[in-house]
């Protein structure tokens, strides 16, 4: 039997955001089935972007709603102290919970970073 992973992922960062996010994690689940998926990100548009994936796709992704997000423009610093709720930040934490195995996001380099 083969461990199943979990990844993190910030949904919200990136040029392309959730548009470009969503279908990319559809098709990393399609070839990687022990992979299941925490996204961090508004629920409403997250759910927007997966409401026609297969149903075995669907049920390896689990939507944590988060309000906020860290912008391309924002300093670190200011990420660290002012965006705990931001979908990176959360996607974060849950590695240091030990919730995930990894954090993805293709948002602010610098914040993930800090």
């Not at 979990?6 to 992979?35: C, H, Q, W, Y």
Request: net charge neutral; aromatic share 4%.
């Amino acid at each position: 039997m083969t461990k199943e992973t979990i990844i993190a992922v910030d949904a919200m960062g990136g040029d392309g955001g959730p548009k470009i996010i969503m279908p990319s994690l559809r098709e990393f689940i399609s070839e990687n089935k022990n992979t299941r998926i925490k996204v961090f990100g508004d629920k409403d548009i997250l759910s927007e972007h997966s409401r026609n994936f297969e149903e075995y796709i669907a049920g390896q992704i689990e939507i944590i709603h988060t309000k906020e997000k860290v912008l391309s423009d924002d300093s670190p610093s200011h990420a660290l102290r002012h965006k705990k709720k931001s979908s990176m930040s959360m996607a974060i934490q849950a590695v240091k919970d030990n919730e995930a195995s990894a954090c993805v996001s293709a948002g602010n380099t610098g914040a993930l970073m800090a």
